[in-house]
T-cell receptor, first 111, second 113 residues
Framework: GENVEQHPSTLSVQEGDSAVIKCTYSDSASNYFPWYKQELGKGPQLIIDIRSNVGEKKDQRIAVTLNKTAKHFSLHITETQPEDSAVYFCAAREEFNKFYFGSGTKLNVKP | DAGVIQSPRHEVTEMGQEVTLRCKPISGHDYLFWYRQTMMRGLELLIYFNNNVPIDDSGMPEDRFSAKMPNASFSTLKIQPSEPRDSAVYFC???????????FGQGTRLTVV
């Protein structure tokens, strides 16, 4: 099955700085890569996603890049704010609707 | 839509007792997933259903775990007997062919003492 690895496990940045979280996957058949944000006491919520036929996608301060050849994808958050502090998960979808999640990155944005 | 609804939000039980977690998926979604989240292992897929039929239960850790989906609007995850190592947050999520993302419920925090 698919194996998704995520780094770093914790990330601390100053407000206004950028944050980058990286993931790798193992199954070249994976075709959809969502990123989820989980706030304390809540379930994960989708913040951005990318399909395998696209290299980059941007939505305001967040962007995701995908390198299919190298099997890695990254989340970029610019101009970080304290409310960006949360746990972020990457995921890869292998067969239709079966998601595999990374281990999570705890992002702390210091005011 | 109210989203994916899970109950209870918190459950504390004694070792050996039966525990039942409940989930109501988003109306119209025909995929339902059960995940377990722990510090050590992150988010693990336990089982998923399509049109109420279990498709893949390879993530279910032991025979003590069972899941059912008697109809399109309800699913249960049962642990019998429960053990302290089952303590975790259990999430239910739903999706459909027309929607790529999985929508998660708020989770059930299970503590087995």
């Amino acid at each position: 099955g698919e194996n998704v690895e995520q780094h770093p496990s914790t990330l601390s940045v100053q407000e206004g700085d950028s944050a980058v979280i990286k993931c790798t996957y193992s199954d070249s058949a994976s075709n959809y890569f969502p990123w989820y944000k989980q706030e304390l006491g809540k379930g994960p919520q989708l913040i951005i996603d990318i399909r395998s036929n696209v290299g980059e996608k941007k939505d305001q301060r967040i962007a995701v890049t995908l390198n299919k050849t190298a099997k890695h994808f990254s989340l970029h958050i610019t101009e970080t704010q304290p409310e960006d502090s949360a746990v972020y998960f990457c995921a890869a979808r292998e067969e239709f609707n079966k998601f595999y999640f990374g281990s999570g990155t705890k992002l702390n944005v210091k005011p | 839509d109210a989203g994916v609804i899970q109950s209870p939000r918190h459950e504390v039980t004694e070792m050996g007792q039966e525990v039942t977690l409940r989930c109501k998926p988003i109306s119209g979604h025909d995929y339902l997933f059960w995940y377990r989240q722990t510090m050590m292992r992150g988010l693990e897929l336990l089982i998923y259903f399509n049109n109420n039929v279990p498709i893949d239960d390879s993530g279910m850790p032991e025979d003590r775990f069972s899941a059912k989906m008697p109809n399109a609007s309800f699913s249960t995850l049962k642990i019998q007997p429960s053990e302290p190592r089952d303590s975790a947050v259990y999430f239910c999520a739903s999706s459909s062919p027309g929607v790529t993302e999985a929508f998660f419920g708020q989770g059930t925090r299970l503590t087995v003492v």
